[in-house]
Structures are given as C-alpha cells and as structure tokens.
C-alpha cells in the first residue's frame, strides 16, 4: 500500500509539475513604452491691496500727519528665469488732479506732487509730476524666480504752496506691478 501511495503521489507532483509548466505565467513575455508628461506653470504678478487708505487730515499749507494702510499691499510673481527685477509703482491717472473735491464741483483739487508716498515707514518722497512713484524694486534671480513681499503704504499730503478750499478731497491710487 505503501508503494501505491507513493506512485499516486509522484503521479500527482509530475502532474502538477506539467500543469504549472504550460500555464500561460510562465511563458509571459514583458514590453515596455516611453510616454511624454508635459506641465506648464503660468507666469503670474499679482497685487493684493486694500479698498481704501485711511482718511488723511489736510493742513492747510503745510503737511499732513503720515497714515498708514490698514492692511498690507501683498505683490507675489512666477515669472520667467528672463526676469530680472519687480517694480511696484504707485499712479494717479491726472497728475494735475490726484485728489479733487467733492462738494465744490471739482474746482479745488491736489497735484500728485503734493502727495507723498513711502513703504513700510521709509522717507516719504513726493510723487513725480507725471503722477507717479516707484515703492520698490527687487531683483530677480535666474535660481529664484518665485516670491513674494507684503509692504505698507505710507502717505502724507503737503499743501505747502497749494491753495485748496475746505472740502473732503478724494483720488484714485493705482499700483502697478511690472517685471522686466
């Protein structure tokens, strides 16, 4: 009995030794294939700026208290490793009228040289006579084209010389962001 187990035995191994052998796994053959991944990061300049500046308190011919900005003005870039700097300008669109009254119809009105502007409590310096005023420039490095800044505005008014009737004065102020 002992030799017919054994013989049913070995039957059953080689069998399984043939099946395994001609199962599909252990003649499957490998391929492989190149495939391209492309991704594209936009470049990108944003400014993030609050509504308004606080309500500055004219002097009559002569300068204002400074105010500051009640949130910080945020310029963040992606740019290019062609980039070499960012330059944040701040503008009025009429250089000859940066603030004009409101009650008067117009009449009196504040040169954009009269306004003076600073960052993060720097010398306030007046705007040109174009209306405008470059807050910072910032190299850019080929390694690093990716960053951020977070600034406060500081502004003052100085009547010196500018004769206005009393009146509560209001002016847009556009911030630009360039790379170059």
């Given at each position: 009995m002992l030799?017919?187990?054994q013989s049913v035995f070995a039957g059953l191994i080689l069998s399984l030794g043939i099946v395994l052998a001609a199962s599909p796994a252990a003649y499957c053959a490998t391929a492989?294939?190149?495939?391209?991944?492309?991704?594209t990061l936009a470049e990108s300049l944003t400014i993030t700026a609050p509504a308004s500046m606080p309500t500055i308190a004219l002097v009559a011919g002569g300068i204002s208290p400074t105010v500051t900005s009640t949130s910080n003005i945020t310029t963040?870039?992606?740019l290019t490793s062609a980039?070499?700097?960012v330059t944040l300008t701040a503008s009025f669109s009429t250089p000859t009228a940066a603030l004009t009254d409101q009650t008067n119809g117009g009449t009196g009105t504040i040169p954009a040289t009269a306004v003076e502007g600073a960052i993060n409590g720097g010398t306030l310096t007046p705007f040109s006579s174009?209306?405008?005023l470059v807050l910072f420039?910032?190299?850019i490095t080929a390694?690093?084209?990716v960053g951020n800044r977070s600034d406060s505005l500081n502004m003052a008014i100085n009547l010196t010389g500018v004769s206005v009737p009393a009146d509560t004065y209001q002016g847009t102020l556009t911030l630009t962001a360039q790379a170059n």
């Open positions: 030799r017919f187990s492989s294939a190149s495939v391209t991944v492309n991704a963040s870039w992606i980039s070499n700097t174009g209306g405008s420039t910032d190299a390694a690093h084209p």
